[in-house]
């Protein structure tokens, strides 16, 4: 058996947040690309937001049996949401200069398709979902 210790919350090394340019279209005041900051947020506030985006689907032709259905494009909205530390999502006067009402509107408004996917994108690499096991184990072997 190994020691235990390394696995205790207080030796853990914690995620960063990180910061990105997500769009070249907001700058600041020296015409510079703004950088939006992303956290990693924890597995149960992940698994709240995938509850959030699980119906209950009818199996055609079993009475009163149910299949989970995950919406993907919700949950990748709103784990985009939770994630994102800068620009407050949730302020006001931003969702009220783009005529929207919450944060989920909000970002799709703001961000151009493109723009939009590749943030999307980027918010699951902070969060661990682009690392393969494959690469992981490697990893621990050097």
Do not use: H
């Not at 703004?34 to 990693?40: G, L, N, S």
């Not at 800068?86 to 961000?111: C, H, I, R, T």
Request: hydrophobic residues 35%; glycine residues 4%; negative net charge.
């Amino acid at each position: 058996m190994g020691d235990l210790s390394c696995f205790l919350s207080q030796n853990a090394i914690t995620v960063e947040n990180v910061k990105v340019v997500v769009s070249k279209r907001f700058m600041n005041k020296d015409k510079k690309p703004v950088e939006w900051e992303i956290k990693c947020i924890t597995s149960e506030q992940d698994e709240l937001i995938k509850k959030e985006c699980t119906k209950r689907k009818p199996i055609p032709g079993k009475k009163g049996a149910y299949m989970p259905e995950t919406d993907y494009d919700q949950y990748v909205g709103r784990l985009a949401v939770a994630c994102t530390v800068f620009p407050d999502l949730n302020n006001k006067e931003l969702q009220d200069s783009y005529q929207v009402m919450g944060a989920e509107a909000l970002l799709k408004k703001m961000l151009t398709p493109g723009e939009y996917r590749e943030y999307l994108s980027k918010v699951q690499e902070v969060n661990g979902f682009d690392i393969a096991l494959e690469d992981l184990v490697e990893e621990a072997k050097n």
